[in-house]
């Protein structure tokens, strides 16, 4: 076996959190909240030094409690979501206008919904 450089590791992981998220949003979708957010939390683990993809999970999991009616936990995710995205430092025009994207999610759900 031939070790991962640190490159290869970090796209390996990113594809990991990329196919995490996707399919917890199909589980969210159909109602399988609570398998939903385990994968989440099991995605926000791997995710811990990649601010970008750990508020991404931090959004799911806030709209997922919002859906069981945990409002206080919705909102604690969602101020951990922009504590994390704050601290992120975005590489390319796709990174930031990701974070962008996440910022406006932020502020909407605390306006809107929380």
Known sequence: LVPATDVEFSALVDKELRASITLSRVLHRHFYLTDALVILVGALRLAKTDGLRAAECLIMIAEVSRDQEKF???EAKVREALRRISAHNPRGE???????????????????FL
Do not use: G, V
């Not at 796709?94 to 306006?111: M, N, P, V």
């Open 72 to 74: 206080p936990q919705a």
């Open 94 to 112: 796709s990174q930031r206008k990701a974070t962008r994207h996440i910022f406006a999610q932020c502020y909407w759900y605390l306006e809107h």
